[in-house]
């Protein structure tokens, strides 16, 4: 995708928050979303996808995967969701101030954060310092709505 902010060490980048998930997590930053990956998440920066790589979302989501959007805005992150949610059954939608959930038959769901810039580099600490309390805060937040969002691990794993 183009200018993707999860690499990006700038103020309004993700690339704090790419790494803290790397201690955690198998965690790539990647172009394509043709695969078996347990989750996918989109940053602000993705403002088109071709059908194709819609279509490689979809069957994501039938899989009973989920996604996490980092919402740009309400309207961006609408426009996403309407496309994705094409051909889709939808079991349940519930919407608060700060997100956004979409659960589907398949037992996929999407979750969109109205707040694009809640784990951006100026609130979720530098991968080579002590963070704040708050950056601490938010990094533990972060790491508890991925595991909720990740498939229960299977035996053996």
Do not use: C, W
């Not at 704040?132 to 498939?151: C, F, G, H, I």
């Amino acid at each position: 995708f183009d200018n993707t902010r999860f690499a990006d060490y700038g103020e309004r980048g993700f690339y704090h928050a790419y790494a803290f998930l790397g201690r955690h997590f198998a965690t790539y930053i990647n172009n394509k979303v043709e695969g078996a990956f347990d989750l996918v998440a989109l940053s602000p920066a993705v403002t088109r996808l071709d059908d194709a790589q819609f279509a490689a979302l979809r069957n994501h989501l039938k899989r009973g995967r989920n996604m996490l959007i980092f919402g740009q805005s309400k309207e961006h992150s609408n426009i996403l969701l309407a496309e994705l949610k094409k051909n889709l059954a939808i079991k349940d939608e519930r919407e608060t101030k700060s997100r956004s959930r979409t659960e589907f038959e398949s037992g996929g769901a999407i979750e969109i954060l109205h707040d694009a810039d809640r784990f951006d580099n100026r609130r979720v600490g530098k991968p080579t310092r002590k963070p704040s309390r708050k950056q601490a805060a938010r990094a533990k937040e972060l790491l508890a709505l991925t595991r909720r969002l990740l498939p229960p691990k299977r035996a053996g794993e």
